[in-house]
């Protein structure tokens, strides 16, 4: 995996910034963890649902890697982006956590709705429209799933995507464009509607 | 760096915004919340806690090595005195295998 391009300004600064806020928080202050909780609790809840898809499961398995991330934060290479590394473990907490989770399985999405079904009622058409999103994403494959979510929704490069997954670029790009074709349909159909 | 891969680099606004939005699980200060609580109870392990504790079960170990050394080296060092025969236990005890020696005179004689 090629190294990543030296990050912008900005994104010096705010790894600086988390950097120190790490080693604030490893020095005991909890205000500190606090800000980097608030700053990444989107993103770690949005990557754990996901996986999981419920909700419940996908907050439990967000908490367990921020408080795990909190007893391993001396293991955090400062000279690196924190996102990532936090990202990482969130990725893994959760996908353990659907390991040991056999049953409630997402069904299938149904062929009756990727294929434009009944329109819903208007005043219930965006709720109706994410559950399509969801039940589309659960369709693909894990991977597949937290690449394309790291990188549209949460603005993750491939580098980045690729060391939080733990898999070469090349395959991080193939895995958002797979995801994003599939995605892509069910987004024209509704609109077509 | 060339990419080898026709893939849009860009992230899709569109398609973003729609995952956002399904994906968002809501009331983040409560999530928020309950982390923090959490995280009351857990310790952070700084270099100086994991180093004292191993210093800890090192100094238990080398206490415990050293009171075993001690112990064989003095049992050893004591051994040979304690079971060493004076020259008067030599002299009073009776032979280790006078049976032996009386049949071999036995049969030399014997044969005499």
Known sequence: MADPQPPPQAARIAQQDEADLVARAVSGEREAFGVLVERYAGVARRVARAVLGNPEDADDAAQDAMLSALVKLQQYDPRRPFGPWLLRIVANAATDRRRRRSVRRVEPLDVGLTAGGPRPDTTAERRALNERLREALAELPERRRMAVVLFDVEGYTHGEIAAVLGIPEGTVRSEVFHARRRLRVLLADWKEE | ?112
């Open chain 2, 1 to 112: 760096m060339k990419d080898p891969l026709p893939f849009d680099h860009r992230p899709d606004a569109v398609l973003g915004k729609a995952l956002r939005e399904a994906l968002d699980p809501g009331d983040a200060p409560a999530f928020i919340a309950r982390v923090l609580a959490r995280a009351e109870h857990v310790r952070v392990a700084s270099w100086d806690a994991v180093l004292a504790r191993w210093a800890r079960a090192g100094v238990a170990a080398a206490l415990f090595i050293a009171l075993a050394g001690g112990y064989f080296v003095g049992r050893a060092a004591a051994s040979p005195a304690a079971i060493r025969p004076t020259v008067s236990d030599v002299l009073i005890a009776p032979p280790a295998h006078p049976g032996e020696v009386e049949v071999v005179l036995a049969s030399v004689i014997g044969n005499n």
